[in-house]
């Protein structure tokens, strides 16, 4: 793509008629110079300036896909103008923002390319908040010395990366969850399912998953003895973070070290997702730590919530009984409105 | 600590970073641009403006100086500049050297410098005056005469002040700045065709062209001394936030070293257009026109020159006064003079005379003067006029001695004075001292004559026409006035047979022929003096010991006692005031006697002919302001003689024993105005007050801030020094064929345009198809080695080249990129053309060119000729 610059345009044929005329009255050699010297520039501006372009690479890398809150996503640019010509106006057009923190402001790097040189730069995007960061990279605009003609390299870069509450080590007693008895009870868990409790050791049958076997004891059995566990009794612990207002982010730094600490003590859970937009709700099960990233990762592309009870409100609708449930907003954990864990005070970081 | 601007980011910054949680950090350029490389870069630029600047500027004039001391004082002093910014200490340090530097060089060299200067400004002067065929030209004191050394210190101090400035137009790479700064001084040689060394020219366009590039590069700024780890400024403004490298030293030294090279071949391409002399002053326009006219003020009077309220070329002002800041003569010739000089004293022509004094003019308004009773015979008059081969014996010698005997009256002695009017602007006749105009005459009619002139020459003449005027000796003053309602036309001769001007040795006689109550009419009229002077004034008599003068009945005391006011006050000029041509204009809200006696203490002939006779009538002497002309000494030794015998043209005896009737041309330089003064019993008698011109009015007296800075403007004299031919002006021919003319000289742009285009048109051409052409060349090679997979590569990359060039595909699009525009547009409903690709074909294209660009086994001749089939049939669709 490529954009002609009508003010410089018409300026600079303003100075060239200037000259001109000033030739043309004084007749002096160096004025007819000048006048010839401007009329053969652009020309030789934007001439080489294309060749340059065609010679010229831009690369674009995100270095971690996921990084911790107040730790900068840093993203390497590296461009190298192979030709032998300095192209001084380059202009890299980006935008980045916090999805839950929607930003409008479009941002425009501008860097030189020098001749034969690679150009590395390090962009450390520093956070202070959690959430799914979203970065774009638009093109990459040169425009020849004169600024008479913009050529434009498209790029159309798209990169996220995921910032996580910071670590925090918490312990609350964790409630009972209540029994669903209806199958039609959206929090209803039928038994059978597995949970993280121990039941048995027993020898290892063809289908069972290496990872559940108890490698000690099979080398003390001298077989493959492998763990059962014990099937969840129809309950099951039911998380709900209130994404809303000012407290996102204590919510998300909450809900994230309360799921770490239930994934500690072996607890399975659920966590409901709260979609703001339509009020519906995913829900996602977590017995291990990779289920808690990916219910962070669903969390982060989750619309916040209109308000501070509604998601307990649509809970509620869905199930008979939304006793047990686990709330989690800024930094409380509440069951039944009931606070079983206060966090400390959060400083900005 | 933090800059204002650090500050301010970092608050933008916490800010952005409590509301968006996430921002921009400070971003890490892979190699950080040295502030060393970028202060060399701009010290290298700024070298290039100044040397550049200067050498264009002095070398096309002769003038001697060290260039390899300025070359190297130039460059340290590029240096010193520019690293002022590199940090805080050299920024402190180095300002303060600056500071005591400047000051040091003021007070220590500063006569060198103004010597220096002086030396250019006379050398520049010299070269407009020969090129506009000026006969003067403005001329100043070089104090020190040794020109290789002042030059050269005035070179190295300007180019000094030069670096300072042009370091900070740099700074923020404003090219108009810069511009401002260099071109104008470049022009003083350029303007009269003086062409400097192309290499030097080459370091000015390599400037502009550098600052021109990186003006809106935004990437020259060296940070701030207190940014040293900031490399990047961050600004926002609304919705848009920008982040910009600050300094790229390799950047700027590349756009240089490119700029350099540019103007090198650039100039070494228009070697010819250079070194033309394009200037031909036959070839000139009003625009052009003007800005000569411009230019020869300024080179014949300095900048003082255009300080003038009116008009003044040097010739009569007719009363008024004050307005002129430096008389500017055009020392054309006004009068063409033929007589027989007969002394070596002064011979003054009077023409005007103011007697009232008011609002800075010396005006008349007083009527004619008195007729006197004198009568010559028709006879007699007749018998003399020039040429005349008549015994003339009957002339009397007529000397001072025989006028002792009242009772004779006397016959009258006559000389002839022809003088020819050559300007037309002067519109009055001339009349030397104590002469009676008796006879004039002209071709076409006689009148009688009149005793005493009344204005009876008729308002126009035809320019050969002659006027006769014969003017009749008279031992004592005449009575002379001025009609205002003579117009001598040019070419006016009027023919003056009698004259004798005042001897200040001769005694003042009681004069019969005064008539009674001439005097008491003298006393009545001639003693105006506005009244807002006569306070402000008399400090100034106290201080010259004027005493006040009251009429007598022994004339000859009253004659004394005038006279001895008058020699007091010419003496008190002599030792307290100056003589020079520009003494600058008097303000506007003070009166000219007034700031001439208490202020300005220095002018020419106007002040002190007004002065005093605005002094004199307060202390009771009548006096008038007189304009006209001075025929000196100096005026006679270029004089040219036109006969040896001149008995016809004069007939007294004669003083001079080697005369003989001459021709002398005098210029409006030879206007003079003087006083008049009344001795009672005698009559008006010519008195000079004008102190002499030393020939160097330089105020030496003390220093001044003002002495400091008119010195450099101030002319001392106008270097008259040989009264050259007067150019005429270049005959003009007609409107409409002046500006064909011009138009057609304009071709000298032509050719090289032509040229230029040319050759610009051919290069784009090559370069931008030159990936084309190495394409095309390295296929055929490769068909030529049968190596089927790099031809058919080389095919494919054309192929892309083309899409790319049409906009169909990105710059940097692959083969799969390719393949997928294709089958975006199989599955479009917009496909219009009939040869298109198929999907059979796609896949065809696909697995050959696959083959070709990352088999190890190469294709055959069969699959390339099947590929480039397949592209040959593929049509560029549109988008």
Same mark, same amino acid.
């Not at chain 1, 509450?165 to 039609?184: G, H, L, T, Y």
């Not at chain 1, 069951?335 to 400390?344: C, E, T």
């Not at chain 2, 920024?91 to 530097?101: A, D, I, K, P, R």
């Not at chain 2, 060296?222 to 780890?229: A, G, N, S, V």
């Given at each position: 793509m490529q954009k002609k610059n009508i003010p410089f345009i018409i300026t600079y044929i303003l100075t060239v008629l200037f000259f001109f005329l000033a030739a043309m009255f004084y007749r002096q050699s160096f004025l007819a110079i000048l006048v010839l010297l401007l009329c053969v520039l652009p020309v030789l501006s934007i001439l080489f300036t294309n060749l340059a372009i065609r010679k010229l690479s831009v690369d674009i890398n995100l270095e971690t896909f996921s990084i911790t809150q107040g730790f900068p996503a840093i993203i390497t640019l590296q461009l190298h103008n192979k030709s032998l010509f300095p192209l001084l106006n380059g202009n890299l057009s980006f935008s980045f923002q916090n999805n839950y923190y929607p930003s409008q402001v479009k941002h425009t790097l501008g860097v030189p390319l020098e001749p034969r040189r690679k150009a590395p730069y390090k962009l450390p995007f520093e956070t202070s908040k959690a959430g799914l960061l979203t970065f774009d990279f638009h093109e990459f605009h040169v425009?020849?010395?004169?600024?008479?003609?913009?050529?434009?390299?498209?790029?159309?870069?798209?990169?996220?990366?995921?910032?996580?509450?910071?670590?925090?080590?918490?312990?609350?007693?964790?409630?009972?969850?209540?029994?669903?008895?209806?199958?039609?009870?959206?929090?209803?868990?039928?038994? =059978?399912?597995?949970t993280g409790d121990i039941k048995e050791l027993r020898e290892y049958r063809p289908g069972d998953k290496l990872k559940d076997v108890h490698w000690k004891m099979s080398a003390k059995a001298d077989t493959l003895m492998v763990k059962e566990f014990e099937k969840a009794a129809g309950h099951m612990l039911f998380l709900l973070p209130i994404l809303y207002g000012?407290?996102?982010?204590?919510?998300?730094?909450?809900?994230?070290?309360?799921?770490?600490?239930?994934?500690?003590?072996?607890?399975?859970?659920?966590?409901?997702?709260?979609?703001?937009?339509?009020?519906?709700?995913?829900?996602?099960?977590?017995?291990?730590?990779?289920?808690?990233?990916?219910?962070?990762?669903?969390?982060?592309?989750?619309?916040?919530?209109?308000?501070?009870?509604?998601?307990?409100?649509?809970?509620?609708?869905?199930?008979?009984?939304?006793?047990?449930?686990?709330?989690?907003? =800024?930094?409380?954990?509440?069951?039944?409105?009931?606070?079983?864990?206060?966090?400390?005070?959060?400083t900005e970081s | 600590m933090q800059s204002m601007l650090e500050k301010r980011q970092l608050k933008v910054k916490a800010k952005t970073l409590q509301e968006y949680g996430v921002v921009l950090g400070e971003i890490t350029p892979g190699h950080q641009a040295g502030r060393v490389l970028s202060c060399l870069a701009r010290a290298l630029l700024?070298?290039?403006?100044?040397?550049?600047?200067?050498?264009?500027?002095? %070398?096309?004039?002769?003038?001697?100086?060290?260039?390899?001391?300025?070359?190297?004082?130039?460059?340290?002093?590029?240096?010193?500049?520019?690293?002022?910014?590199?940090?805080?200490?050299?920024?402190?340090?180095?300002?303060?050297?600056?500071?005591?530097?400047? %000051?040091?060089?003021?007070?220590?060299?500063?006569?060198?410098?103004?010597?220096?200067?002086?030396?250019?400004?006379?050398?520049?002067?010299?070269?407009?005056?020969?090129?506009?065929?000026?006969?003067?030209?403005?001329?100043?004191?070089?104090?020190?005469?040794?020109?290789?050394?002042?030059?050269?210190?005035?070179?190295?101090a300007l180019g000094f002040i030069l670096c300072i400035f042009l370091n900070i137009a740099l700074g923020y790479m404003n090219l108009v700045v810069t511009f401002l700064l260099t071109f104008p001084l470049i022009q003083i040689p350029l303007y009269i065709g003086r062409v400097p060394n192309p290499i030097f020219g080459a370091f000015l366009l390599s400037l502009y062209i550098t600052v021109g590039i990186l003006s809106r590069s935004r990437h020259f700024k060296?940070?701030?001394?207190?940014?040293?780890?900031m490399t990047f400024l961050h600004i926002q403004k609304k919705k848009k936030m920008t982040h910009n490298y600050l300094a790229s030293g390799f950047g700027v030294f590349t756009t240089t070293l490119v700029s350099i090279l540019l103007s090198i071949v650039f100039l070494f391409v228009t070697n010819g257009l250079f070194y033309t002399d394009l200037g031909?002053?036959?070839?000139?326009?009003?625009?052009?026109?003007?800005?000569?006219?411009?230019?020869?003020?300024?080179?014949?009077?300095?900048?003082?020159?255009?300080?003038?309220?009116?008009?003044?070329?040097?010739?009569?002002?007719?009363?008024?006064?004050?307005?002129?800041?430096?008389?500017?003569?055009?020392?054309?010739?006004?009068?063409?003079?033929?007589?027989?000089?007969?002394t070596y004293d002064t011979l003054y022509l009077r023409s005007y005379v103011g007697d009232t004094y008011a609002f800075d003019e010396f005006m008349h308004t007083l009527p004619e003067a008195y007729d006197a009773s004198f009568s010559i015979s028709q006879n007699d008059r007749e018998s003399f006029t020039p040429n005349s081969s008549e015994d003339h014996s009957v002339v009397t010698h007529i000397s001072p001695e025989n006028t002792s005997d009242t009772s004779m009256s006397y016959k009258p002695?006559?000389?002839?004075?022809?003088?020819?009017?050559?300007?037309?602007?002067?519109?009055?006749?001339?009349?030397?001292?104590?002469?009676?105009?008796?006879?004039?005459?002209?071709?076409?009619? %006689?009148?009688?004559?009149?005793?005493?002139?009344?204005?009876?020459?008729?308002?126009?003449?035809?320019?050969?026409?002659?006027?006769?005027?014969?003017?009749e000796l008279t031992p004592t003053p005449s009575l002379h006035a001025i009609d205002d309602d003579l117009q001598a036309q040019e070419g006016d001769i009027s023919t003056i047979s009698f004259y004798t001007p005042y001897s200040f040795d001769t005694p003042a006689k009681d004069n019969l022929s005064l008539p009674a109550g001439y005097e008491d009419y003298v006393y009545e009229n001639y003693l105006q003096v506005p009244e807002e002077l006569t306070e402000a004034l008399s400090d100034v008599i106290k201080e010259i010991g004027l005493t006040n003068h009251t009429r007598e009945n022994n004339a000859s005391s009253a004659r004394e006692d005038i006279l001895k006011n008058a020699r007091l006050l010419d003496n008190y000029f002599l030792e307290n005031f100056d003589y020079t041509m520009s003494p600058g204009v008097t303000p506007r809200n003070r009166d000219v006697v007034e700031y001439f006696l208490t202020t300005q203490k220095r002018g020419y002939c106007m002040h002190y002919a007004a002065s005093s006779a605005v002094l004199l009538r307060m202390v009771g002497i009548p006096t008038r302001y007189v304009e006209g002309y001075v025929i000196k000494a100096t005026d006679l030794e270029d004089a040219t003689a036109v006969a040896d015998a001149y008995d016809n043209w004069y007939f007294l005896e004669n003083d001079l024993a080697d005369t003989g009737l001459v021709n002398v041309r005098i210029t409006d330089g030879n206007a003079h105005a003087w006083t008049e003064i009344y001795l009672d019993g005698h009559g008006w008698i010519p008195y000079e007050f004008t102190p002499p011109s030393t020939g160097d009015d330089l105020f030496t007296g003390g220093f001044s801030f003002f002495s400091l800075m008119s010195d450099l403007f101030r002319t001392t004299d106008n270097a008259m020094s040989n009264l050259t031919d007067n150019i005429g002006d270049v005959s003009t021919p007609s409107k409409r064929h002046q500006g064909l003319r011009f138009i057609r000289s304009m071709s000298f742009l032509l050719k090289p345009l032509a040229f230029i285009g040319l050759f610009v048109a051919l290069l784009s051409v090559v370069l931008l198809n030159l990936h084309r052409i190495k394409l095309s060349l390295k296929n055929r090679q490769a068909l030529r080695k049968q190596d089927y997979s790099t031809a058919l590569r080389c095919s494919i990359m054309q192929y892309k080249w083309k899409l790319s060039h049409k906009g169909l595909l990105h710059n940097h699009a692959g083969l799969r990129e390719m393949m997928h525009y294709y089958e975006e547009k199989l599955s479009s409903t917009e496909v219009s053309e009939k040869h298109t690709l198929s999907d059979s074909d796609i896949i065809?294209?696909?697995?050959?060119?696959?083959?070709?660009?990352?088999?190890?086994n190469p294709i055959s001749a069969a699959e390339y000729d099947t590929a480039i089939h397949i592209l040959g049939n593929a049509r560029f669709l549109s988008k």
């Open positions: 425009t020849d010395p004169l600024h008479l003609h913009t050529f434009c390299v498209t790029l159309k870069k798209h990169f996220e990366c995921t910032v996580l509450p910071p670590q925090d080590n918490i312990s609350f007693p964790v409630p009972a969850p209540a029994k669903r008895e209806s199958e039609e009870d959206i929090l209803y868990v039928p038994e =059978g399912e597995q000012e407290a996102l982010d204590a919510t998300l730094k909450t809900f994230y070290n309360t799921c770490r600490y239930l994934v500690s003590i072996r607890e399975i859970f659920t966590v409901g997702i709260f979609e703001g937009s339509d009020q519906t709700f995913t829900y996602i099960t977590v017995t291990e730590e990779e289920h808690i990233l990916k219910a962070l990762l669903a969390l982060f592309f989750a619309t916040p919530s209109a308000g501070r009870s509604l998601p307990l409100a649509a809970l509620s609708e869905q199930t008979e009984d939304a006793s047990g449930i686990m709330e989690i907003y =800024g930094k409380e954990v509440l069951v039944d409105g009931n606070a079983i864990y206060v966090g400390k005070e959060t | 700024i070298f290039l403006g100044v040397a550049g600047t200067l050498f264009c500027t002095v %070398t096309p004039f002769d003038l001697p100086f060290n260039m390899p001391l300025v070359f190297l004082s130039l460059a340290v002093m590029s240096l010193f500049v520019s690293f002022l910014y590199y940090n805080r200490i050299t920024f402190y340090v180095g300002y303060l050297l600056l500071f005591v530097l400047i %000051t040091m060089t003021a007070f220590l060299l500063y006569w060198y410098i103004n010597s220096g200067y002086q030396a250019f400004t006379n050398v520049v002067s010299a070269a407009y005056s020969d090129y506009f065929g000026l006969s003067s030209y403005r001329e100043a004191t070089e104090h020190i005469t040794n020109r290789y050394i002042t030059v050269t210190t005035t070179l190295c060296i940070p701030p001394y207190t940014q040293k780890k031909s002053k036959t070839e000139t326009n009003i625009v052009k026109a003007k800005t000569d006219e411009f230019l020869k003020i300024f080179s014949q009077t300095g900048l003082s020159g255009f300080f003038n309220r009116y008009s003044s070329t040097g010739g009569l002002a007719n009363g008024k006064l004050g307005g002129v800041s430096t008389v500017r003569p055009d020392y054309q010739y006004d009068l063409s003079i033929t007589y027989v000089p007969y002695a006559y000389a002839w004075m022809e003088i020819v009017n050559l300007d037309n602007a002067i519109s009055a006749q001339f009349y030397p001292y104590d002469t009676l105009l008796s006879y004039a005459n002209t071709a076409n009619f %006689t009148h009688p004559a009149k005793h005493y002139y009344e204005g009876i020459l008729p308002l126009s003449l035809a320019e050969s026409d002659a006027l006769l005027s014969e003017y065809c294209l696909q697995d050959i060119s696959a083959k070709a660009l990352y088999s190890k």
